[in-house]
Every structure is written in structure tokens, then in C-alpha cells.
């Protein structure tokens, strides 16, 4: 028969990325495309030892339903972690559990955004939220990314000229894709003005603790004092991302919102995820596991960096990311960037995830190409790296 | 500040069990309010053993992200399983695993409806998948349930009438709240209806694994030669609720746009639990199992259903369930229902569920209660049934 769906989902296609990764599974292909955490990131051992002390003797607290916001032992662990990291307000916030940060930031837009309503985000962008956003027919509006963050003056631009602007949506830390960070003052121009013109802030956060070089910068949400930031962050590359759990700190009217519609959506995220975080969270040494994971990380970004900046065509641009998973280079004007993407995965059996399936209008004109190196093993970056340094002085002397 | 939020959810409220659920904590109180899986029907020795190998064996399966459709291996198992059930028809039919039924609902709900669409349901019906098509905005309109299902006449005259109907919502084997079954003869007409007049069906089958008494009724899902029922289902009552895994057999085309908007929602569901219910799912004597399920709550039913037929009022009425989890009992039209309800659980401590809950407008005028009989204990079902049994007397005599 002939189904019919819904407006919101009829333009919706699958990533571009997804369509890369299925290459990644050709013999003989090494993938920078993807966006996993580093298996060896992962703390199986302790895992397995919490989980299996939970499944003794607890077990149907782990196989029972529980309450949508979430197991609360963690969100009461989240909040006093949130507050020392001054991303939880206790006069005016609240804090849920959430499906990873993805539904986070999916329901911060259900619970805020009308059909058509404008939604401002970074461009390019994380596509995961940008079609989240897309599924509810909210009118994307990109601005563009500069060095250290957004283009202010663009910015303002937007929120005059667009309709209903609602929210803003940015990852300040270490974005996905082009792992920059937003400078202090533009977070505080930012947020001024949120206040100035009165839309939400959506602060997603994923790598914040995955700093492995430079200075600390405040969060917008340490900012807020109207109450008008929402912070989503996730488990996803500090314990596991198969965990599914992440969660949001926001104004309670907000977050009572999102409890309502995260009952409908899936009830509560897996409580077995939820309990063993918690007790991970709470019987870890934080700072040494945070710190193991920067080893880890900033290990991997030099072996990649060593590489553009001593193998690769010098026409390449790039900024070494301070943290986070992603590398964003940026090719000569006059070299067609898709072509160079395609011809490294056949050509060269790297895969690269071209610039333009971040942007808000993928038919938009991109010279860059992200590059994650958290996904591949240290002997595939060494490996990839060189394959793809001879190619950008074949392709561009 | 003053926070504007999306006409989809300004109506949403947090669900009426929720909050009589609140009152089931104050000590003394016996709920019969839920809906909980009996804690003894979870196979915990088991998950307990196929974790720790897991976790012990193939942990980064564990904790790695893996990909939207679902753990490929339970996907596999799952064709098989609803194939040798007439409920999945590789002709035409694709399976994804969902976050829960509660997803499988919601993302149908999504992908086929516009706002303003109507989606038609039976009357009474389950509230947690009333309040997801609800946060579509969708125009629902309920339509009497009988005592072998939904009234068919009125269910055409709603076809007729109401504006774009698109989906009809049922659930087929023993429903929530009223524990009865649709009898073939009227899935068939429900199904020559859906083609005449070409909507979908949304077939939910959360309980039909749970037959503890009669003839099992073909589903509407094995009628299926045109490609128009979804069926979704669950884990959460075979196995664990805690786990929130479900699944749905569809259309190919239907479960590509589901998958789409299931990245969005959480990119995957936990993989943990998908992966120990693969195992579970495989490596268990699936008819032993059910069968010892089918005793646990078959007892638990009787336990109930004795009180009502040798203790109750007789000015109450009410059909013995063959399965599920739920009693719904009728008082006599001179008897106010909430005010019954609130007596219950104010002056007799028994939490029992008040019929217009699960009603389409929650001012409608019902008669009928919820009993669970799953979530309390033996003893508390004969404690509680006591008491109720003298409350209904001296109120109706």
C-alpha cells in the first residue's frame, strides 16, 4: 500500500554519517568518521563488580520500573556534583535523568517549540540534534562559527530578524563537529542576549570533562541567574554510551515539562544503567578517572595533530582542539571538498565526514572535513594518518 | 521568568495514577492502584548469570553505542519469534527494537499523524499512550469498549465522521484497564474496516504472552495482507519492565521512518539489556517459562476475582480476565465512582485506580474502577480484598 507520514518526518532522512560508516565496515578501510568514545575509556572491570553486587542482591530494584525522573539516588548525586560545578542553581533548577543527551536536548525543543517557531543554532552543528530539532518542524536558523565560537554580531542579527526565536542551542565545549570552545566573553554575549531578548539557552555539554589541554571556561549555565539555560550532558563519554543515560539541569517548570514528556516517550531511561552509574559515580575517585580518560584522549588528538602539523599538505587549515573527540580541517577554496571525501574512502580507504553534513542546508558550500580520533586505536591513527597526509600533498601538493 | 512552552504540551498533565500512586506510600496503605510486573516473575537468577559473562566476555558490546534498529542478533531472534506467531510477514514486515511499548506507540504516533489528524481508540484506554498521541496535538476520539471489545458500529460512524483518521489504537489481548479481549470476529471487522476506509492499525500487545485462562485469539497482526498493522510489544512483562526494551514488527517502509525518529529520540536503546534479552530470549525453555508466568499471575487473578465473586456486593460487576494484569469492576449507576475511589483510599487505605482516568475526556462520567492484582503481594491481595470486599458491602449493601 502507499503509507503517508507525517510532515515532520517526511524530510527527515538518515545522516550523511551513517551512510559513511557503512563503508567503515569494507575490509581495509580505517574510520575517522565515527564519534565513539575510546573503548579502552570504557572502566569494564568496575562495571562488571557493581553490576554484579546490584544483581545479587538487589535485583529487582534493576529489573523493576522506577519513576521517569529517574533513579533518585542519582539525580540527588547529579545535583551536588552539578552545584560544585556550578551547572545546578538549588533556588531555581531541577534535575531529570534522560535517554543519553540526545532526548535531552530532543525534548528541550518538544516541551519549548511550536511548529515554525526559530530554533538558532551553531553552524555547522551536531547533526544528531539538528534532525531531533527538524522532527518537530521548528525553523532551523544556522550561524556561522568563528575560532571561538559563534559570530555574535550574526547572532543578534538572527534573533532580530527571525520568527519567535525560542531557543538557541550550542555546545561550548570542544563542539561537535569542529572542536572549538567559546571564549568566556562570548558565552557572557551570549547570555546577555538570551536576557536581552528573552529566548532559552540549550547548553549541550557532552566532553566538558574531556579538557586535556588549556584553561577551564565557565559554563553559560554558571552564568544564569534568570533561569533561562538549559544544561544537558551525558554519561556517554565519561562511563558508557551504550548506557543510554545522560541528564539535564534546567528551571523546574522546565524540567516538570520534560518529566511529562519523557513519560510518554519511554517512561524512564534502563535503571540497571541508571543504578550502576550512580554507584560508579559515587565509589570512584573522579579525578583520577577523569584524568585516565584525558590521558587517553589527549594521547590520541596528539598522534593526530602531530600528524597536520607535520605531514599534511600545508594548504590545510586546522585549530588543535583543546579537548573533546573531533579535529576540523579546512581545505583550499579551490579544491571541491566532497570530491576530496570521496576520494579518500575509495580511493584511499579512509574515512572522513565531509563539512557540509553539519550544516543547517546540506546543499550549502563547505571547504572542511571533520576527523574523530577517539574512535580508532592509537596503531589505526599512526596508520590512517600517513595514508591521509600523502594523500593531501598528492591532491594538493 | 515567565516560560512560554510548545502548545503540544501546555495540556499534557503527569497522569492521575501518578498522583493517587504518591498515596501509596503513606504506611498501611495497600495499592491495587499499579501496574507493575510481579517482582517474582523476574527471572534474576538468570540475568544475573548472562550479565556476568557478558560483562566479563564482550564488555565494550556492552558499553559501546551501538546502532538504531537494534542489537542485530535480537532482531534476528525477534523475526523468528513473531514469524512463528503469524506477527511479523517477511514479505513486507521489518522489526526494530524500541525504548519500551511506550516508544513503539509514541514514534508510530509520530511518523504517521500531523497534528490534527485523528487517531481513534478504544474508551477506556491506556493512559500512558493517550497522553503520547496527545503530546502530538492529534484530534483523539475514544469509542465504547464492550465486553468483547470495541463497539464496531460506532467505530464506523467515527470513521465517517471525524476529520483525516489515520491510525486506530487497540490493544487486542486482555486491555488496560479493562482486562477484556477483542474476540475474532471483531479483529476481523476491525481489519476489513482499516482497508475500506485505508488507516493504519496500532496493534499493542503488551500482555498476550500472559494467557493464563481460555483460547488464544489470533492477532489482528496475523490478519495483516496489505501491510497496514504495526504491532508493538514488550519485554517489560516477560522479562523486565526496568530493562524498557520493546519491539515492533511493521511495514519495512513504517520502521525505516521509525528508525529515523528513534535516532533522534535516544540513537539507540540501552544495549545492555537488549543484548542479556537476546541471551535470556535463547538460551531459556521459552514454554517453561511462560508457563511459569502464566501460574504466578493466574493465582494472583484468582486470589482477586474469588473476593469479587464470594465477598463483594453483588450491585458490582464485573468479566473474569483470561490474562494481563487487570480487573475492572463496575458499581451500580446510583454510586458516585470517585467518591467511591477516595473513600477507598482515605477511609479504607486501599489505592484502586477511578475509571475516568482512563477515559478520553477525564470529565466523562464512569463507573468502573481498576484493580491490580500484578504488583502487591499475595498477602496483601487477600489483606486488601478483605477490606474492600466489606467497604463495597457498606456502601451498597
Known sequence: ?????????????????????????????????????????????????????????????ALQYNITEGYTPLRDFLKSWLKSKNCYNPDF????????????????????????????CESPCFIGSLNAFRSYNVNLCGIEMEDDGINIEK???????????????????????????????????VYDMACKYDFIILEDDPYGELRFAGENVPTIKSLDTEGRVIYSSTFSKILSSGFRTGFVSAPAEIIQKIVVCKQVSDVHSNIWAQVVAHRFMTTTNLDEHFSDLRA??????????????????EKISYIRPQGG????????????????????IKEYKIAIVPGNSFSIDENEI???????????????????????????KDILG
Chains 1, 2 share one sequence.
Open 155 to 189: 547572532l543578534e542579527n538572527a534573533v532580530k530578524t527571525q520568527k519567535n526565536v525560542r531557543m538557541l542551542y550550542v555546545i561550548p565545549n570542544f563542539q561537535n563537529p569542529t572542536g572549538r570552545t567559546m571564549s568566556l566573553e562570548k558565552r557572557k554575549a
Open 1 to 61: 500500500m502507499n503509507y503517508k507520514f507525517s510532515d515532520k518526518v517526511t524530510k527527515l532522512q538518515a545522516s550523511a554519517i551513517r551512510e559513511i560508516l557503512k563503508f567503515t565496515s569494507v575490509p581495509g578501510v580505517i574510520s575517522f568518521a565515527a564519534g565513539n568514545p575510546a573503548p579502552e575509556a570504557f572502566p569494564t572491570e568496575k562495571v562488571a563488580e557493581i553490576s554484579a553486587d546490584l544483581l545479587a542482591n538487589d535485583p529487582v530494584l
Open 325 to 344: 573527540l573531533f579535529v576540523w580541517c579546512t581545505l583550499p577554496d579551490n579544491c571541491n571538498m566532497n570530491e576530496f571525501c570521496t576520494r579518500a
Open 93 to 120: 533548577d531541577d534535575v531529570i535523568v534522560t535517554s543519553g543527551g540526545q532526548q535531552a536536548n530532543e525534548l528541550s525543543c518538544k516541551v519549548l517549540l511550536n511548529e515554525g517557531d526559530t530554533l538558532l
Open 366 to 392: 563547505s571547504h572542511s572535513f571533520r576527523l574523530n580520533y577517539s574512535t580508532p586505536t592509537n596503531d589505526d591513527i599512526i596508520k590512517g594518518m600517513e595514508i591521509l597526509s600523502k594523500m593531501t
Open 296 to 313: 587517553i584522549y589527549r594521547k590520541k588528538c596528539d598522534l593526530m595533530c602531530n600528524y597536520i602539523d607535520n605531514a599534511f599538505s
